[in-house]
């Protein structure tokens, strides 16, 4: 069992930075496709960003892409997510997810094996 924890979450103003980071145990972290999600109250769960098992590619959602960043540290067994220029619409709780499987796009939750309990990020006006 692979268990996943989310940490880095906070309240920011508009236009600010936050990192989240995720680490894993219970598994071997470079063997795995990494992905962060969101969900914002009253809304379903949505893929923000994905990173292969090397970190050499990875996608992002057209509503992030040019603000995060994610990226991984397999000799730290942590996965980040570096996020600029946030607006409040960015307010949810953020997921970190694990994928054993092979094959790198445009996630959907139910294609993640292993999730964290999330962080929640507010961004205010």
């Known amino acids: 069992q692979v268990q996943v924890v989310e940490s880095g979450g906070g309240l920011v103003q508009a236009g600010g930075s936050l990192r989240l980071s995720c680490a894993t145990s219970?598994?071997?972290?470079?063997?795995?496709?990494m992905g962060w999600f969101r969900q914002a109250p009253m809304k379903e769960r949505e893929f923000v960003a994905a990173?292969?098992?090397?970190?050499?590619?990875?996608y992002h959602a057209d509503s992030v892409k040019g603000r995060f960043t994610i990226s991984r540290d397999n000799a730290k067994n942590t996965l980040y997510l570096q996020m600029n220029t946030l607006k409040p619409e960015d307010t949810a709780v953020y997921y970190c997810?694990?994928?054993?499987?092979?094959?790198?796009?445009?996630?959907?939750?139910?294609?993640?094996?292993?999730w964290g309990k999330g962080t929640l990020v507010t961004v205010s006006s």
């Open positions: 219970g598994g071997t972290f470079s063997t795995y496709i």
């Open positions: 990173i292969s098992r090397s970190g050499h590619r990875t």
């Open positions: 997810a694990v994928r054993e499987d092979y094959g790198l796009g445009y996630f959907s939750p139910g294609d993640m094996d292993y």
